[in-house]
């Protein structure tokens, strides 16, 4: 990537003749001007590193990336950054990435020449080398939730295996000895964790057959077929953790159209705490991620670092709590 040093040198001018063209200031003669202009088109220079390097202003905009926000698990993280953003006059410019990592690098190639202060992504399809090519330009980023495991920028998502583990101990302890696991998809950390906590306590059960476990797109229409194919295999699962409460959802649909009663014949446990949970029926019982904490403690570590700018590495593993609702309530004895 070449340096406003580098336009100055090719075209044998100071840098801040540079800036003065770049940032159309009259005060630069026109044969200077065209000398600048040719040599940055010649390195390909972009002028969005001029605008930070040399100006150093701050355009009070951040970046947030999320894969979807139909789903409600984001928009509540959404929230989460926007309050802090706006309490210190900064702009949120919000992207749906859909997991698709051309999607998400042409938002991030863009919205750098638009001069954002820093992003927030929750991404599975970032690398290690997008993160360092941001760190280099000295644009700050925040991965949130499904982020890679990184050493290059902060992380901050909940503790999702723990989590995991707190849903199928909560269904054992309600009597449960088949139970089933809806997964979400494994490229995402944060299904593979869930997925390694539900393992980690039920392979030691009598009921537990890996065939238990059932694939799901963390949406609500995979969750209700996921029960399709489980129940063809094990008619007689008594538990159902679900990697996310849409899927859950899903399950719970599925069940009332096969006329099983949840939660008398299958008790079942999503994961997240989206609100949707408090209006089911009946109301499902969920792993609560604290999703606004995670947005709010992301924008927080990202504005500090664009004030300070002193980069971060940290991995934050919140915690989740366990809400028990009717959905995996026990029988009056
Ligand atoms: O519901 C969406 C899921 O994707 C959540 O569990 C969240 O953790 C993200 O990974």
New binding site residues.
């Given amino acids: 990537m070449a340096t406003i040093r580098d336009v100055a040198r090719l075209a044998g001018v100071s840098v801040a003749t540079v800036s003065r063209v770049i940032n159309q200031k009259d005060s630069v003669n026109p044969e200077t001007a065209g000398q600048v202009l040719k040599a940055v088109e010649q390195l390909q220079y972009e002028p969005n590193a001029v605008a930070r390097g040399l100006a150093g202003k701050k355009m009070g905009i951040i970046a947030l990336i999320l ?1 979807d926000i139909l ?4 928009p509540a993280l959404a929230r989460g950054v926007e309050d802090v953003a706006h309490k210190k006059g900064l702009t949120v410019i919000l992207g749906n990435s859909d997991d698709l990592g051309l999607k998400e690098s042409s938002y991030i190639k863009v919205l750098k020449k638009k001069y954002v202060d820093g992003f927030i992504i ?1 991404s ?1 399809t970032i690398r290690e080398e997008d993160v360092e090519s941001l760190r280099k330009e000295g644009i700050p980023i925040v991965l949130l ?2 982020g890679l495991n990184t050493t290059a920028c902060p992380v901050i ?2 503790n ?1 295996r723990e989590g995991a583990k707190l849903a199928a101990h909560h269904l054992l302890g309600q009597g449960c000895q088949r139970i089933a696991h809806i997964y ?1 998809p494994q490229e ?4 593979r964790e ?1 997925l390694l906590g539900y393992e980690e306590v039920v392979q030691g059960s009598k009921g537990y057959s890996p065939s238990l476990m059932e694939p799901g797109h ?1 949406d609500i229409d995979s969750g209700r077929k996921a029960v399709e194919q489980l129940f063809a295999r094990h008619p007689n699962i008594d538990g159902i953790f679900a ?4 899927m859950a959802i899903g399950a719970l649909k599925a069940l009332r159209e096969r006329g099983i009663q949840v939660p008398e014949q299958v008790k079942v446990c999503g ?2 705490g ?1 609100g949707l949970t408090e209006i089911t029926e009946p109301e499902l019982t969920t792993v609560a ?1 604290p999703i606004y904490e995670m947005g709010r403690l992301a924008a927080q570590i990202l504005l500090d670092e664009i004030e300070s700018g002193i980069s971060g590495n940290s991995l934050i593993e919140l915690d989740v709590t366990l809400i028990p609702r009717k959905s995996t309530m026990k029988e009056e004895s």
């Fill in positions: 894969p789903n409600p698990f984001f929750a599975n939730d499904r998502r909940s999702n979400g995402f950390i944060t299904a869930r963390f990697g996310n409460d849409l994961f997240d989206i991620q």
